[in-house]
């Protein structure tokens, strides 16, 4: 379901102690005409920011004792388009203006959905990550669809993209979210970008479909892997040495079906990473 939520304005002292007026729409917008070239600022990286939403998202969501949602590269694309597109066009819906729906967008992008898929998004002046999914979770029954996605348990994977413009500090956000038939995501540490542990935790989709059997694998053949009991939530010891670790995965029901495989990285390092790592090091199941 698109959901749709009433014009908002809210007052916030940013980090500096500087008030700022934050004008928070999701229908229709008056906008400054320097947003019409949506330049993004080079010393920003909106990467980041999709991932810290991400991250942020997770985190929500285990707060509620939710299992995390897989970063789907494709619905990253969707809702990165979507926030751009925005931008450029001076609105804030999900339709488009001639028209185009979320289900299209998805469905144009090669995304194809169960009857469960949904969409946030949000805009304002000098707004984080943080401010976004923060205001989307604090609607309030029954006009609370943004935070119904958020703590959905019909959605499997989402997407975060985040358009910033240079010269207003208008930033546009959008979560795309999704549930594909017989796609059953494993998701590493609640899809964390790096680790200086060993040990990471694992969680893996596929109870709804019955699965009596999973198997787990660092190599895409599961040479020498088997088969064990199946549970949601395991944990794997990563291979000896820092750098890049993908996690494969299997699920099987008691018919003998298989579903699989998909996969999910992580970066071992021997020390913590106090920054923000570049997405291209995480990549995703296809």
């Known amino acids: 379901m698109e959901s749709g939520i009433k014009y908002k304005s809210l007052l916030r002292i940013n980090n500096l102690g500087l008030l700022t007026i934050l004008i928070l729409v999701a229908v229709g917008i008056a906008r400054p005409a320097s947003l019409a070239t949506a330049q993004e600022p080079e010393d920003i990286n909106t990467q980041a920011l999709d991932w810290e939403c991400i991250r942020l998202t997770n985190k929500l969501r285990a707060k509620h004792s939710l299992p995390p949602l897989k970063a789907e ?20 819906a999900h339709t488009t203006p001639e028209g185009i729906k979320l289900l299209n967008r998805l469905q144009a992008a090669g995304y194809h959905p169960t009857g469960y898929y949904s969409e946030n998004i949000f805009a304002g002046w000098q707004v984080t990550p943080e401010t976004a999914i923060q205001w989307w ?33 208008y930033s546009y956000f959008t979560q795309d979210f999704g549930q594909r038939p017989g796609v059953f995501p494993v998701i590493i540490n609640r899809e964390a970008v790096s680790t200086t542990r060993e040990t990471v935790s694992l969680y893996l989709y596929g109870q709804s479909w019955g699965a009596t059997e999973m198997m787990f694998s660092e190599n895409a053949n599961f040479e020498g892997a088997g088969w064990q009991s199946f549970d949601p939530i395991s944990t794997w010891t990563l291979s000896p040495g820092p750098g890049q670790k993908t996690i494969y995965a299997q699920i099987r029901n008691a018919s003998g079906e298989v579903r699989g495989p998909v996969f999910d990285s992580i970066l071992a390092m021997t020390q913590p990473y106090r920054g923000y790592l570049p997405l291209i090091l995480k990549p995703f199941d296809s």
């Open 73 to 92: 590269p494709i619905l990253i694309g969707t809702a990165r388009a979507h926030s751009q597109d925005m931008a450029v066009r001076g609105y804030v």
């Open 137 to 169: 979770y604090d609607e309030e029954p029954p006009d609370d669809w943004h935070r119904r996605n958020l703590l959905s348990v019909n959605l499997r994977e989402f997407g975060c993209g985040v358009h910033l413009d240079s010269d207003s500090a």
